[in-house]
T-cell receptor, first 112, second 116 residues
Framework: DAKTTQPPSMDCAEGRAANLPCNHS???????VYWYRQIHSQGPQYIIH???NNETNEMASLIITEDRKSSTLILPHATLRDTAVYYC?????????????FGQGTILTVHP | NAGVTQTPKFQVLKTGQSMTLQCAQD?????MSWYRQDPGMGLRLIHY???????DQGEVPNGYNVSRSTTEDFPLRLLSAAPSQTSVYFC???????????????FGQGTRLTVV
């Protein structure tokens, strides 16, 4: 699976959009971009995933560049409860057998 | 988290003791995994299973055993606990990707283990 690079920390004001970047310059054609988050001491929570098209669900939007070498997770209206560590993971399609490789992630702090 | 139950939530062991971390899922899913998370680090895969009777090693399997006698249960055993195994352990029903659909992963709430 391709390696990802994320900033170690970011801040965001409550009510504003939080834009979390992820670089995955070695991504290959069959690899998907996944985002998870981990709120303090809890198990990771799936947010969204995509291959090459932009994706949106009730939690967030995922913007993937045309060359697929980077992506941005967007939380449109961040709340204090969105304070968490956000992980960007790239892995191939098919059956993963649960082999998600979590890096260091980005610590997002949402402040009032 | 819905569908994955871990017990206990907290445990303190002495070096050399053994114990079993329990994990149960109620979703009849084939795949289950165990991760550990150390301070300042991401999750690392210990063992995983793709079905009853089938298990395999992950990134950090040493010191741990698993079994999968039923689809529902996936216990993690520490045969002789060491201080290096002090960590937070997460059981997960991993994502199941079929190419056209995806079942998102569900993680348990974690077991905080301290080995003294």
């Amino acid at each position: 699976d391709a390696k990802t690079t994320q900033p170690p920390s970011m801040d965001c004001a409550e009510g504003r959009a939080a834009n979390l970047p992820c670089n995955h310059s070695t991504i290959s054609g069959n690899e998907y971009v996944y985002w998870y988050r981990q709120i303090h001491s809890q198990g990771p929570q799936y947010i969204i995933h995509g291959l090459k098209n932009n994706e949106t669900n009730e939690m967030a939007s995922l913007i993937i560049t045309e060359d697929r070498k980077s992506s941005t997770l967007i939380l449109p209206h961040a709340t204090l409860r969105d304070t968490a560590v956000y992980y960007c993971i790239v892995r191939s399609g098919g059956t993963s057998y649960g082999k998600l490789t979590f890096g260091q992630g980005t610590i997002l702090t949402v402040h009032p | 988290n819905a569908g994955v139950t871990q017990t206990p939530k907290f445990q303190v062991l002495k070096t050399g003791q053994s114990m079993t971390l329990q994990c149960a899922q109620d979703m009849n899913h084939e795949y289950m995994s165990w991760y550990r998370q150390d301070p300042g680090m991401g999750l690392r895969l210990i063992h995983y299973s793709v079905g009853a009777g089938i298990t395999d090693q992950g990134e950090v399997p040493n010191g741990y055993n698993v079994s999968r006698s039923t689809t529902e249960d996936f216990p993690l055993r520490l045969l002789s606990a060491a201080p290096s195994q002090t960590s937070v352990y997460f059981c997960a029903r991993p994502e199941h990707f079929t190419g056209s659909a995806n079942t998102e992963a569900f993680f348990g709430q974690g077991t905080r283990l301290t080995v003294v």
